[in-house]
């Protein structure tokens, strides 16, 4: 009996840190998107030729029954904010808002399962995105390769 509950336990600790991991389970309708800088190189498409350094991380907080979309950077003290209104949402994952004064503070003004969609046609901030492990691992200065992908 001990045995079976072990390894139930070592199963639904495996899955929570899958889905902390992977953002999987968020709070309040927020996503967050980690992003990495090139540090001393250069990139090239996704590689960099340099080193990876942790970027900023990007939160969205989508308020379905008030059709807006908030949006910060964490970590910025005052840095940049922003609310998009009259959006379209499904849930925290999947949204569209029409872009606005605030586009250009921020990275996406659609989410689509979980993803910022890339818009070129609105001003707004490049970034190079990678999984949430691995903007962790950097963080604590352990290295994760060259390429930032998702």
């Given at each position: 009996?001990?045995?079976?509950l072990?390894?139930v336990?070592?199963?639904?600790m495996?899955?929570?840190v899958f889905?902390?991991s992977t953002?999987?389970i968020?709070s309040q309708g927020?996503?967050?998107v980690y992003?990495?800088e090139?540090?001393?190189g250069a990139?090239?498409?996704?590689h960099c ?7 900023k991380?990007y939160r969205?907080r989508?308020?379905k029954?008030?059709r ?9 003290q005052?840095g ?7 959006c379209?949402?499904?849930?925290g994952?999947?949204?569209?808002c ?9 990275i ?5 399962n ?5 818009d070129s046609?609105?001003p707004?901030i ?7 492990w691995?903007?962790?691992l ?7 390769g060259?390429?930032?992908s998702?």
């Amino acid at each position: 009996m001990a045995r079976v509950l072990t390894i139930v336990l070592l199963g639904f600790m495996a899955l929570g840190v899958f889905a902390w991991s992977t953002d999987k389970i968020t709070s309040q309708g927020e996503r967050t998107v980690y992003t990495v800088e090139c540090v001393q190189g250069a990139w090239e498409g996704e590689h960099c030729t340099g080193r990876l350094a942790p970027g900023k991380r990007y939160r969205f907080r989508a308020l379905k029954s008030h059709r807006e979309v908030l949006f910060w950077t964490l970590g910025d003290q005052g840095g940049p904010s922003g609310r998009y209104s009259e959006c379209s949402i499904v849930d925290g994952h999947n949204w569209s808002c029409s872009p606005n004064s605030d586009s250009a503070r921020t990275i996406a003004h659609q989410f689509i399962n979980g993803r910022p969609v890339d818009d070129s046609s609105v001003p707004m901030i490049h970034v190079h995105q990678i999984p949430k492990w691995k903007w962790v691992l950097l963080d604590i200065g352990i290295p994760v390769g060259r390429d930032a992908s998702t």
